[in-house]
């Protein structure tokens, strides 16, 4: 750029500073939310993956009992394994039996102490020998009585729990009150991968996971000196027959750390996903806002080229305006994502996803994408303004108002059209997953992140097109506004009419808002709805006896299942059943494989059991399933078409007590997904799948509340729920990732306000000269203000529009495509008026201020103005 140019490029920047502050704050919040956003993603991943700590790296071999699941390296093995077998076997110089029994662990304070992001609270033994302790103390001492435990980092802090206190540990059968004897750290991690430790002396779990005396789930071996661990695994494998599985230690800590990954992985691109609405309306506010500071300077980059100003000048002068802007609103967005980062983390502890167990992240992808994407955005922003601003006439300049030029209709909806294709695509990708892929949640995500992606693109196309609707609509306002106030009327028409292009640019920010606004408020009413519909269907018991502690998930946590005998002894109660769940894995017949030379993906299915006799006192189950006898299975309707599986069917699962052959009795179905979702069997059978089965509620009919609170008042940590009640709670673990939009949405909000009240107050400024020759005219400070409210209900009808016919849109789009009747484009009546009326408060409230400063502005300033 020759010196001439250079120092017009300064001055305008310099001059312009107070013009550009408002398109840097846009940019900055822009680049904070996808900072804050990634930060986030990268931390989940982390906290999830619980970095590379493991129980097993003082230990040389792991000795399991029986059989272990490939595809879960955290699943019990399916056998037991006496220890003094394997200690007395040669090359053994120390030996350690193990055990994991999942417990909900609650504070002091009444209060459960929730787990590192997706983990789960272990009850396993304290390891006397330090050869093969991996614990390191960090305060008090090692657990020694049957009451005492010690607790991993994260599990201190997080439920504030120092050397002394006492904790209550809900164990499958019981509940136990504990003194925490200590604070320790594996390999200087807070905690690990599966999640938080509560160690206590062996012989305690022993009892807890149900274990004969001597015998354990696994055993950790210590080699004698000049034993590599791989000959003693080979000696061990030998020795011991197919009574075990023996593989290295160092093997077992890297498929729990594979395994980790690829989930902190999965979770980084869940959250990674839920984050693009929010980038995508931070693209947004930026392409408007900047191109609305360009246009607000059409007549001084038309003087550049009535003196002798290139085209190509011109746009260099507008690309150093937006590299500016981009480097300092991307430094700036970095630092702010830090905090943004940790709100966010905030929120989403609140509702069980923890992630503080991980620290910030400084490395290139946290800091250097960020950064990179403020100087693409910016620049991306900068490209068809500065094209726009390359092509004015020299004439512009001696123009006294700053009426658009006549924009070409033809380009516009060639863009367009390429952004509809695109939008197409994408549609179509979901009509593809869902005609392939087999029913289930997978499928309904698939297929919902399809259209969302699609329904974004819809956004930007429709906001092209907007422009267009402008006319039509400032024809329909400016009539009404003329019946209204007359002249004012007829000024504010023209006035919208004149400049289509910035009128579009707020309404378009608006619609942004509305159709975020009402498609969470949409989904949100439809699903709560069906929860409540369908779980009134099936639950017939009256109350519920659940935990007042929260998994992971956000579910109610399990109880002991002692629970239901004391449910049994309330006053008026006819029926008390324990309902039981545990996940098991379909072994025989095998799945398909959907490439004869790939492995098979396993398919995983959750198992619930309850009594039979009078099952139907408390459930209502769809197909009416037959009662179950010891080794049958009843399968929701879902699961046998999935998997091709028929009545009387033999079928192999395998659970954590081992391989169990079982018989298909028939077929139901639960509508509410909340209490036997894909299976069903009794007591007896869940026994042999899983001895220890996490109980998630009693279902109790008859009885009063007060009865049931007064019979299960010795056990902490219960409450009595109704039938809503429980439904809403035991729905919140699947609703869950629709809250965990809320976040997301609520920062994509408040940036798409602020980009229409950016525009909006450029687009005032923009036309000082205007409102001041009103005002010499004759026009009163109220008819000026009246013009600028004017064109805001145009903003308001035409960006509230646009915006529920994309919210409605998109939700029955959902409900098509994947069949699902949680996803109702039913919307109750009052939810359009309130979202309009929030939008006009919104609209007029953001343009109050722009409406009194142009109302103010003085004629001899409106002289000089650009």
């Keep these: 750029m020759g010196n001439p140019m250079w120092l017009i490029a300064r001055r305008s920047f310099t001059e312009g500073w107070p013009r550009l502050i408002a398109t840097l704050l846009a940019a900055l919040g822009s680049i904070a939310l996808i900072a804050g956003s990634l930060q986030f993603a990268l931390r989940a991943q982390e906290a999830v993956s619980g970095s590379d700590a493991s129980v097993y790296f003082r230990a040389d071999v792991l000795v399991q009992g029986g059989t272990v699941d490939p595809g879960d390296p955290y699943a019990p093995p399916d056998g037991r394994i006496r220890l003094d077998r394997v200690s007395s076997l040669p090359g053994v110089e120390a030996s350690a039996g193990d055990a994991a029994v999942t417990v909900t662990a609650t504070g002091p304070d ?288 001696l123009r006294s108002t700053l009426t658009e030029t006549r924009e070409r209709r033809r380009p516009r909806l ?98 942004v808002g509305v159709a975020l606004v009402a498609s969470v408020a949409l989904v949100t009413q439809s699903v709560h709805g069906r929860f409540q519909e369908a779980g009134r269907q099936v639950m017939a018991a009256e109350h519920a006896i659940a935990a007042t502690a929260r998994t992971s998930e956000g579910a109610p946590a399990p109880l002991s299942r002692n629970v239901a005998a004391l449910a ?132 109790v009919r008859g009885g009063s509340a007060e009865a049931l609170t007064h019979a299960v008042a010795a056990v902490p940590g219960l409450q009595v729920l109704d039938r809503n009640a429980y439904v809403d709670a035991a729905s919140d673990s699947l609703t869950r990732p629709l809250r965990a939009t809320y976040a997301f949405v609520g920062m994509a909000l408040l940036l798409a306000l602020f980009g229409m009240a950016t525009t909006v107050s450029m687009s005032v400024a923009e036309r000082t000269r205007e409102f001041g020759l009103l005002g010499a005219v004759g026009a009163t400070m109220r008819q000026i203000r009246s013009i600028v409210r004017w064109e805001a209900a145009t903003i308001v009808t035409l960006g509230t529009t646009l915006g529920l016919l994309i919210a409605t849109g998109w939700l029955a789009l959902l409900h098509m495509t994947t069949g699902s009747s949680f996803l109702r484009p039913a919307p109750p009546w009052w939810l359009f008026p309130t979202v309009a009326a929030a939008a006009a408060i919104a609209t007029l409230a953001t343009s109050s201020l722009p409406a009194r400063r142009a109302a103010a502005v003085p004629v001899l300033e409106a002289v000089k103005a650009e």
């Design 568 to 699: 049994t002894d309330a006053p008026g109660v006819s029926r008390a059943t324990a309902l039981t769940q545990a996940e098991v894995k379909l072994v025989s017949p095998p799945p398909d494989a959907p490439d004869p030379d790939e492995e098979p993906e396993p398919f995983y299915f959750l198992v619930s059991g309850a009594e039979q006799a009078g099952l139907r006192d408390v459930l209502r189950l769809g197909g009416r399933p037959p009662p179950l006898r010891p080794g049958e299975i009843a399968l929701s309707s879902t699961v046998m078409k999935e998997r091709g599986l028929r009545r009387g069917q033999e079928i192999v699962v395998r659970g954590v007590q081992g391989r169990v052959t079982l018989t298909v009795a028939g077929a139901y179905h639960d509508p509410s997904h909340l209490f036997a979702d894909q299976a069903l069997v009794a007591p007896a059978t869940m026994d042999r799948l899983d001895a220890n089965a996490a109980t998630r509620a009693i279902l």
């Design 110 to 397: 009444g209060k459960a102490i929730r787990p590192a992001a997706e983990g789960r609270t272990l009850l396993r033994p304290w390891v006397p020998d330090r050869r093969l302790n991996p614990y390191r103390l960090e305060e008090g001492r090692a657990p020694a009585a049957g009451g005492e435990v010690a607790v991993v980092r994260h599990m201190s802090r997080a439920g504030k729990l120092k050397v002394g206190d006492t904790m209550t540990l809900t164990l499958p059968r019981e509940t136990r009150r504990v003194r925490v004897a200590g604070v320790v750290s594996v390999q200087g991690s807070d905690a690990v991968a599966a999640g938080d430790l509560v160690l206590a002396p062996p012989e305690t779990v022993r009892h807890a996971a149900m274990l004969p005396p001597g015998t354990w789930q696994g055993v950790w071996v210590k080699a004698a000196a000049g034993v590599p661990a791989d000959r003693l695994r080979d000696n061990l494998a030998r020795d011991l027959g197919g009574a075990a599985t023996v593989r290295t230690a160092e093997s077992a800590g890297r498929a729990q750390s594979a395994a980790a990954a690829g989930e902190g992985a999965s979770i980084a691109g869940v959250v990674g996903g839920l984050s693009l609405v929010a980038i995508f309306v931070g693209l947004f506010v930026v392409a408007n806002t900047f191109g609305t500071l360009v246009r607000q300077r059409t007549r001084r980059l038309a003087l550049l080229g009535a003196i002798g100003g290139t085209p190509r000048q011109v746009k260099r002068l507008i690309r150093f305006e937006a590299l500016a802007v981009g480097g300092i609103a991307s430094a700036g967005g970095v630092a702010a994502g830090f905090p943004l980062s940790a709100l966010i983390v905030r929120l989403f502890a609140r509702d069980g996803f923890d992630v503080s167990a991980a620290g910030a992240q400084f490395g290139w992808a946290a800091l250097g994408v960020p950064v990179a994407a403020g100087i693409l955005v910016t620049q991306a922003a900068a490209w068809r303004a500065a094209h726009r601003a390359a092509n004015l006439p020299p004439v512009q300049a």
């Design 414 to 511: 060639l863009a367009a059209s390429a952004i509809f294709t695109g939008t197409g695509f994408w549609y179509a990708v979901a009509v593809v997953i869902r005609v392939t892929d087999p029913p289930g949640a997978d499928r309904t995500f698939g297929v919902a992140l399809m259209v969302m992606f699609g329904s974004l693109l819809a956004v930007a196309g429709l906001a092209v097109l907007t422009p267009f609707f402008v006319a039509p609509l400032g024809g329909l306002v400016g009539r009404l506004g003329m019946l209204v106030g007359g002249e004012t009327g007829r000024l504010a028409h023209a006035t919208v009419t004149r400049s289509p292009r910035r009128v579009a640019s707020a309404a378009s920010s608006l619609m």
